[in-house]
């Protein structure tokens, strides 16, 4: 799929939908939230806000994107930069009514994982619930929104913008902000697609399964010098992790595939806070520059369905 365009290609593409550099909410270290409506605001597209909530699902497909490609050692900021870059040309495709129909899917699906010729259907659920763990739905749909982006990257490949113009445009700009998202006045461009309550009620009616929520955990933790000794020692006898006389940080709920608020993307702490039982405290796990974090599960959330009110402007964008 994707991995056939080269990154000028990429880079192409973006400066023909008239990039616009703004000032940045994405931080070094994780994100810098704005509250707004008791929400947490990560950037915009157009007039229209991106939360946390919503962003979350492009850190997955992104996430998902380098497992496939079998890339390791990424930093945080790779998976953030490569999550805007798909929720951006996922705008765009759906501005051009780019389908992808379950044919198109099950045919991708069916040369990932076949051998010998014959799709391997046991190997299929294997990895899908044992290394992506995901449902084959969820599965499904990211690989519907990739090939949506692969149809969009054809269509737009030829446009012809010279690499020195590129680097210019990039020198000037990225001096602002270390990292940046983009801006699409699509306002101007086409009228917004207007949706009856009706259809969008149908549509969650019918499509609950795509709006499932992962089981999500919540945890405080402290980090630690591993020169001290004395304190690391007490890690086993203590049953809350304020009595280490530590500064102690609480971040909110978090599924197995999502950055941790004031950490990042660190799959070990994620899988350690899941294996946790609630109020459990972990030993110290190695950090970064010769310190060790500690953590203990605050509490948990089971898996479900948000009701329709809560989910409204995720139910619109996938119609």
């Not at 007039?47 to 919503?54: P, R, S, T, V, W």
């Not at 962003?55 to 380098?66: D, G, R, S």
């Not at 495709?93 to 198109?104: G, L, Q, S, T």
């Not at 069916?110 to 014959?118: A, E, L, M, T, Y």
């Amino acid at each position: 799929m994707l991995y056939k365009f080269r990154a000028r290609h990429i880079k192409r593409i973006l400066w023909g939908l008239m990039v616009v550099v703004i000032p940045a909410f994405i931080l070094w270290g994780g994100f810098s939230f704005l509250k707004e409506k008791k929400k947490r605001l990560v950037g915009k597209i157009e007039k229209k806000n991106i939360y946390l909530d919503g962003f979350n699902y492009y850190l997955k497909m992104a996430n998902l994107h380098f497992t496939l490609l079998g890339e390791k050692n990424l930093s945080y900021q790779d998976h953030v930069a490569k999550a805007w870059q798909f929720l951006l040309f996922l705008w765009k495709a759906k501005r051009e009514k780019i389908k992808v129909n379950d044919e198109e899917v099950v045919e991708i699906i069916k040369n990932i994982f076949s051998k010998d010729g014959k799709f391997d259907k046991e190997r299929y659920f294997y990895i899908l619930k044992y290394r992506l763990r995901m449902s084959a739905h969820i599965f499904e749909e990211y690989i519907r929104d990739f090939l949506k982006i692969d149809k969009l990257l054809q269509k737009h490949v030829k446009a012809e913008v010279k690499d020195e113009e590129l680097k210019e445009f990039y020198k000037r700009n990225t001096q602002k902000a270390k990292i940046i998202y983009l801006y699409f006045p699509y306002d101007k461009i086409e009228k917004k697609i207007k949706l009856t309550e009706e259809e969008i009620k149908k549509f969650y009616s019918e499509n609950k399964n795509l709006f499932k929520e992962e089981p999500k955990v919540k945890i405080k933790y402290a980090i630690i010098e591993k020169d001290k000794e004395e304190i690391l020692k007490n890690v086993k006898s203590i049953k809350n992790l304020e009595d280490l006389s530590l500064e102690t940080k609480e971040a909110n709920f978090f599924s197995l595939n999502e950055p941790i608020e004031g950490i990042g993307w660190y799959p070990q702490i994620n899988e350690i806070s899941f294996s946790l039982k609630k109020g459990q405290i972990s030993s110290p796990i190695e950090w970064k520059d010769n310190k060790v974090i500690i953590i203990q599960k605050i509490d948990e959330k089971p898996s479900f369905i948000p009701p329709l009110e809560e989910i409204k402007e995720r139910v619109i964008e996938k119609l």
